[in-house]
Nanobody
Framework: QVRLVESGGGLVQTGGSLRLSCVASGSISRINAVAWYRQAPEKQRELVARFTSGGSAYYVDAVKARFTISMDNAENTMYLQMNSLKPEDTAVYYC???????????????WGQGTQVTVSS
């Protein structure tokens, strides 16, 4: 059973930084792509950043030049470094990964449980 477990959320002041981590555990053959999403109160979940196994990164305009997504393949861990945080970044952040489980012939998409990020003004 593949699981994604996040950590690193919390309360920070405007302009501060946080680093979110997401560890993929279980029987994994390969991780094809990883992403971070967020959901603010009364809003839909939205993509924040995406990173493929080929090294290609994508960021939504709202976080460009402030957030960095990365992947440690040896540890099956993805990160989201968030700098210059703003109150509008306040949301529950979810990691997402497209994974080929071991002994399975197709890919699945998995979600973490979410971690709260609150930026005070």
């Amino acid at each position: 059973q593949v699981r994604l477990v996040e950590s690193g959320g919390g309360l920070v002041q405007t302009g501060g930084s946080l680093r979110l981590s997401c560890v993929a555990s279980g029987s994994i053959s390969r991780i094809n792509a990883v992403a971070w999403y967020r959901q603010a109160p009364e809003k839909q979940r939205e993509l924040v950043a995406r990173f493929t196994s080929g090294g290609s990164a994508y960021y939504v305009d709202a976080v460009k030049a402030r957030f960095t997504i990365s992947m440690d393949n040896a540890e099956n861990t993805m990160y989201l470094q968030m700098n210059s945080l703003k109150p509008e970044d306040t949301a529950v952040y979810y990691c997402n990964a497209n994974i080929r489980p071991r002994y399975i012939t197709f890919d699945n998409t998995y979600w973490g449980q979410g971690t709260q990020v609150t930026v005070s003004s």
